[in-house]
T-cell receptor
Framework: EPEVTQTPSHQVTQMGQEVILRCVPI?????FYWYRQILGQKVEFLVS????????KSEIFDDQFSVERPDGSNFTLKIRSTKLEDSAMYFC??????????????FGSGTRLTVV | EDQVTQSPEALRLQEGESSSLNCSYT??????LFWYRQDPGKGPEFLFT???AGEEKEKERLKATLTKKESFLHITAPKPEDSATYLC????????????FGTGTRLQVTL
């Protein structure tokens, strides 16, 4: 079964450092997403990406965050200057379509980011 | 503000003891109601999407239903391997790509 692949599974970084989280979405999917889950809290939407541009972002997704699809397969989330409160599990997801037919919205296994 | 609320927060069942999990939503123009299963330290695993009131979907011991205000995930004769957190999420008109999640129901099934 096709899956969304995320690397690394766990990353520890010092406060103020830049991190890049990587994702390989399902190959025939066109919509890509990042979510995060702080320990013990809800899964929260960060950003959606379609046709090489951001289609929607949340208030969490400020100037410290950026996304990129550098080639035909990878989708990345960059945090420029990490803060302690960025520690969370970050999930990448993809879907073939959005709206009514987004039933194949598939998540990866996540990257646990720990900022020390 | 769009909200998705799940109850109960935690549920402990004996093997074979059927029950239901509730997801109520206040979302303007619901487009899709999603159910996911999440194991500890893992990403949400897709179970079902429901699009309109009255719709039902089934998969093995799980059945999801949808009304205009809430969705239920019915678990029939659960087994220990059904132990997980079950997440409900919704998309709505205007932000069709964004899933708004509930806090989940932690289900434990014991022998």
């Amino acid at each position: 079964e096709p899956e969304v692949t995320q690397t690394p599974s766990h990353q520890v970084t010092q406060m103020g450092q830049e991190v890049i989280l990587r994702c390989v979405p399902i190959s025939n999917h066109l919509y890509f997403y990042w979510y995060r889950q702080i320990l013990g809290q809800k899964v929260e939407f960060l950003v959606s990406f379609y046709n090489n541009e951001i289609s929607e972002k949340s208030e969490i997704f400020d100037d410290q965050f950026s996304v990129e699809r550098p080639d035909g397969s990878n989708f990345t989330l960059k945090i420029r200057s990490t803060k302690l409160e960025d520690s969370a599990m970050y999930f990448c997801a993809s879907s073939r379509s959005a709206g009514e037919k987004s039933g194949d919205y598939t998540f990866g296994s996540g990257t646990r980011l720990t900022v020390v | 503000e769009d909200q998705v609320t799940q109850s109960p927060e935690a549920l402990r069942l004996q093997e074979g003891e059927s029950s239901s999990l509730n997801c109520s939503y206040t979302v303007s123009g619901l487009r899709g109601l999603f159910w996911y299963r999440q194991d500890p330290g893992k990403g949400p695993e897709f179970l079902f999407t429901l699009y309109s009131a009255g719709e039902e979907k089934e998969k093995e011991r799980l059945k999801a239903t949808l009304t205009k205000k809430e969705s239920f995930l019915h678990i029939t004769a659960p087994k220990p391997e059904d132990s997980a957190t079950y997440l409900c999420a919704a998309t709505h008109a205007g932000t069709a790509s964004k899933l708004t999640f509930g806090t989940g129901t932690r289900l434990q099934v014991t022998l």
